[in-house]
């Protein structure tokens, strides 16, 4: 299986900053295309903050500074020339509250499509409808697409989010604690669905849950206070971690 | 025991200056309803409304300063709303925290705190006489457009404010524009707001004299205007005259306390329209 592996993006060298304090440090890792990686570690461990850097999220918090690259598609998505909505487009985000906009569940998950230039009406319809489909809730809202987003319980509109990420067909799909605002019976649907999605796009998943991390992904990555402290496959990494700080937070004696 | 006595006495007390207080401003406001209602009812009637004054004002009605009234309130929404709504763009989602935008800033503020009348002889400067509008509902307009800019700005900065950051950060995730995120979600979301805020400028442009007196209004005029470089009768200006300038003061105290009253009733209507389109909005956001 290793020697298969297509990288779909890697971090060389990142540093990152908010002001003055620095967040993440050297931080150099590939992600395999059409796996799932995990990011864990303890709160404030820059795991959110390396996941939002790989489609420049942190590009609208103010005072923050990038050093090292992300390469994407052989290029580094840092590059002045790199037009960041492309690389937005490109690489999709499901954020750890649900935030569906304040419109009819027709419209969120067609607004990406919209503002990508598609208006025709019957490709609109088939594009929700197959985004819908493959975020597993179209047999929950197919006789209620005009009704509001907001009207769905959380887990419905995790999944609505997941559909609207779906809609523009990234490449890559980034979560940031997809399910930990969301009651157990969410959280399974959420997690069968990443491992569905993953025959079709590259995941990055940023989870506070060990089990979740150990249930879903391929790949997981321990950061600790900035720092990548070991990256390895799922498996092996829960079973037989190399370091004792790795082990020490996944038998959770701290965290 | 002490302790629980007195904390609940500090309470009883507290509550009861809060209670008070509201019930005052109530009182206040019910009561110069009322006064207005009383002494001004009766005058009006279907002519009252719909009717030239005659007489030297003492008779007929006031149908042209109603028309003006509203003539000059749309106007000032027309020129404020756009402004106000794009600068509270640029300050709230553009501009970096600097020595520019604390100017931008201090200016705007310092706007809200100006004298109308100052806002009128500004007008009668600039626009009636500098741009050659003449006294008009063009330069009427202008002028408290300029007025109820800092509320319109300010309301629209609250809203835009209000607009959780969550709906950017999806909309940006999507691989929309900025632009695109401020037009299709940001600002979407922020309209209820911003026309409720606005309602309260739009009730000051309609209640205003001092603005308009130099800039747009009439003392009497025969014909309903049919330009923006007319000018217009208007129901604030009208009161003010009827009630200082006229030689029949105090024959035409009914016809002041009509006009008060049909001046409320009109801004009254203004904020029920927008409060019933602010919750049709609102509704078809769900």
Not at chain 2, 32 to 48: A, E, K, P, Q, T
Request: proline share 4%.
């Amino acid at each position: 299986m290793m020697h298969n592996r297509k990288t779909a993006i890697s971090a060389k060298n990142l540093n990152f900053f908010y002001g003055k304090s620095q967040a993440l440090f050297d931080v150099t890792m590939d992600f395999a295309a059409h796996e799932v990686t995990a990011l864990i570690g303890p709160s404030g461990c820059g795991k959110s903050t390396f996941l939002r850097t790989i489609n420049r999220m942190n590009d609208i918090i103010p005072g923050t500074r990038v050093e090292g690259e992300i390469l994407f598609d052989n290029q580094n998505i840092y590059d002045p020339g790199i037009d960041v909505v492309q690389v937005r487009r490109r690489i999709g985000m499901v954020f750890q509250r649900p935030n569906p906009f304040p419109k009819s569940i027709f419209n969120d998950v067609a607004y990406g499509l919209r503002i990508n230039g598609i208006t025709n009406r019957v490709e609109l319809r088939d594009r929700v409808e197959k985004s819908l489909k493959a975020a597993a809730i179209w047999s929950e809202v197919k006789d209620r697409l005009n009704e509001s987003a907001l009207s769905l319980s959380g887990g419905q509109q995790q999944r609505l989010c997941i559909a609207r990420a779906l809609a523009i067909e990234p490449e890559v799909i980034l979560m940031d604690e997809p399910a930990s605002a969301l009651d157990p019976i969410a959280t399974q649907k959420i997690e069968e669905l990443i491992v569905e999605l993953k025959a079709d796009y590259t995941i990055i998943i940023v989870t506070h849950n060990m089990q979740q991390a150990a249930r879903v992904s391929d790949v997981t990555a321990f950061f600790y206070l900035g720092k990548l402290i070991e990256l390895g496959q799922t498996d092996a990494l829960f079973t037989r971690p190399r370091l004792k700080q790795t082990e020490d937070y996944i038998t959770g004696r701290f965290g | 025991m002490n302790l629980q006595r007195r904390r609940k006495w500090t309470q009883f007390l507290g509550l009861l200056c809060i209670r008070l207080s509201v019930t005052v401003i109530a009182a206040a406001m019910i009561f110069m309803v009322i006064f207005l209602f009383i002494n001004g009812i009766g005058v009006i009637s279907w002519d009252f409304l719909t009717q030239q004054p005659t007489d030297a004002m003492t008779r007929g009605g006031i149908y042209p300063a109603i028309i003006g009234t509203l003539y000059l309130t749309l106007g000032s929404i027309i020129v404020s709303f756009p402004l106000g709504v794009a600068s509270a763009i640029y300050l709230n989602e553009y501009a970096r925290n600097g020595r520019m935008i604390r100017v931008i800033r201090f200016g705007i503020n310092s706007l809200a705190g100006v004298p109308s009348v100052v806002f009128g002889l500004f007008g009668l400067a600039v626009f009636v006489v500098y741009l050659g509008f003449g006294s008009s509902i063009l330069s009427g307009s202008l002028t408290l457009g300029l007025l109820i800019l800092p509320v319109v700005i300010g309301a629209s900065e609250e809203a835009l404010k209000s607009v959780p950051m969550a709906y950017r950060e999806a909309s940006l995730a999507l691989g929309a524009t900025k632009w695109q995120t401020i037009r299709k979600v940001v600002l979407p979301a922020a309209l209820p707001g911003i026309l409720t805020g606005s309602i309260l400028g739009v009730g000051r442009a309609a209640g205003e004299t001092a603005p308009i007196m130099f800039t747009a209004a009439a003392f009497y005029t025969k014909v309903i205007p049919d330009s923006l470089l007319d000018e217009c009768m208007a129901l604030p200006y009208h009161i003010y005259v009827l009630a200082t300038a006229g030689t029949h003061i105090n024959e035409t105290r009914p016809i002041q306390y009509g006009t008060a009253l049909v001046l409320i009733g009109l801004v009254l209507g203004i904020n029920l329209i927008a409060i019933v389109l602010r919750a049709r909005i609102r509704r078809r956001q769900g």
